[in-house]
């Protein structure tokens, strides 16, 4: 079943924060996160770990929240570069051991204008 | 060339041809993967290989058969698809370990007439 996102989408200037939310029925494992730009495909930013662990951006930030079964990105001081739409994927099964078998939110489209 | 590549980038196709779309990795990944995103939906996961073994098909129909040769190259071959199959075809590679960070290429945008 794929996680569901929020908000669907989201219009920022720049220099303003956002947070963007994804919230699964089942238990996660880990929660993965890209970024699509118009016409291009989908880019790695991080991936967040039961226990804590988190790889990924510099500038992009993320908490995982195991209990509510939901994870959440925040954009700081957005650029206009952030600009895209933002997808969460969670493994096919709690234990990860799913060969990378991810299931994609619907995305959040994110603008952010001069 | 490095990460991902797919060709072709575009691909206009009758319902009666059969045409193939390639992917190639040189990251070094042992995972492949077949996406699907159409307008408006979620990316859709069509195909898993590991070590050039199929791992997970996902209720795809016959129409779509993919091939693996190697860790390095993944194909998709296409054959009477219809026009409801344009689509984005994305493909993406991965490390064989958890947490299986997914490195996409840039697609090849497939038009059914």
């Known amino acids: 079943q794929q996680p569901v996102q929020s908000p669907q989408a989201v219009i920022l200037r720049e220099g303003e924060d956002a947070v963007i939310n994804c919230s699964s029925s089942k238990a996660l494992y880990s929660v993965h996160w890209y970024r699509q730009k118009h016409g291009e495909a989908p880019v790695f930013l991080m991936i967040?770990?039961?226990?804590?662990e988190q790889k990924g951006h510099e500038k992009i930030s993320a908490s995982f929240n195991e209990k509510k079964q939901q994870s959440s990105l925040y954009l700081t001081a957005s650029q206009l570069s952030y600009s895209g739409t933002y997808f969460c994927g969670t493994p096919a099964n709690a234990g990860g051991t799913s060969y990378g078998k991810l299931t994609f939110g619907q995305g959040t489209i994110l603008t952010v204008h001069p | 060339e490095t990460g991902v590549t797919q060709t072709p980038r575009h691909l206009v196709m009758g319902m009666t041809n059969k045409k193939s779309l390639k992917c190639e990795q040189h990251?070094?990944?042992?995972?492949m993967y077949w996406y699907k995103q159409s307008a408006k939906k979620p990316l859709e996961l069509m195909f898993v290989?590991?070590?050039?073994?199929?791992?997970e098909n996902n209720s795809v129909p016959s129409r779509f058969s993919p091939e693996c040769p190697n860790s390095s190259h993944l194909f998709l071959h296409l054959h009477t698809l219809q026009p409801e199959d344009s689509a984005l075809y994305l493909c993406?590679?991965?490390?064989?370990?958890?947490?299986?960070?997914?490195?996409f290429g840039p697609g090849t945008r497939l038009t059914v007439t």
């Open positions: 967040l770990l039961k226990g804590g």
């Open positions: 990251l070094g990944h042992n995972a």
């Open positions: 993406a590679s991965s490390p064989r370990r958890v947490p299986y960070e997914q490195y």
């Open positions: 290989y590991n070590f050039k073994e199929q791992t």
